[in-house]
């Protein structure tokens, strides 16, 4: 993918305007306008998400490589599962396989303490809250589109105007 996000972003807009405006004859209905849409946003907005993905793996690569195989507390079954196991068969051997949604999962996740016949909680894996916020975001993002959503103007702006910062912070 060539340009930057700026140029990105004029792209998806130019396609949202011809839509709009009537000037693309397969946009004459609703369906036609949604899938036009939703192609534009695919086509824009995933590999950009994709891009913030492997930067931030990249960056926190010596912090993720360990914790794959790790066990930590589901606090919703209340039992250990096992980061990158699905049962007793692993499914991950490198945090480039990890997903933006599982990315985004991993500053919720707590490890168990037991001590003194009592529970403590610890973070499985601490990040800055602005990487939580913007993974949280890409996480958004990535399941609306993969499910054949739209992303909405003001959630699209966010992506665009904080790739370069964020791209930027992640660099190694």
Known sequence: MNGNAKDLWKEYNDVLDRARYGQDPQTQDAAALHRKTWTAQVKVCLPLIEMERNA?????????????????WDEKTEKYKTLGYDGDEQILDDPYELDVVTLHKLSFLRKRLVM?????????????????????????????????????????????????????????
């Open 56 to 72: 931030f793996i990249s960056a926190q690569y010596g912090r993720l490589q360990p914790i794959i195989g790790t066990e930590y």
């Open 116 to 172: 003194l016949n009592t529970y403590s909680y610890a973070a499985f894996f601490n990040m800055f809250p602005e990487d939580r916020e913007r993974l949280g975001l890409l996480a958004g993002l990535w399941k609306r589109l993969t499910r054949f959503g739209q992303c909405g103007p003001e959630e699209l702006e966010q992506l665009f105007a904080s790739h370069e910062g964020f791209m930027e912070r992640n660099r190694r």
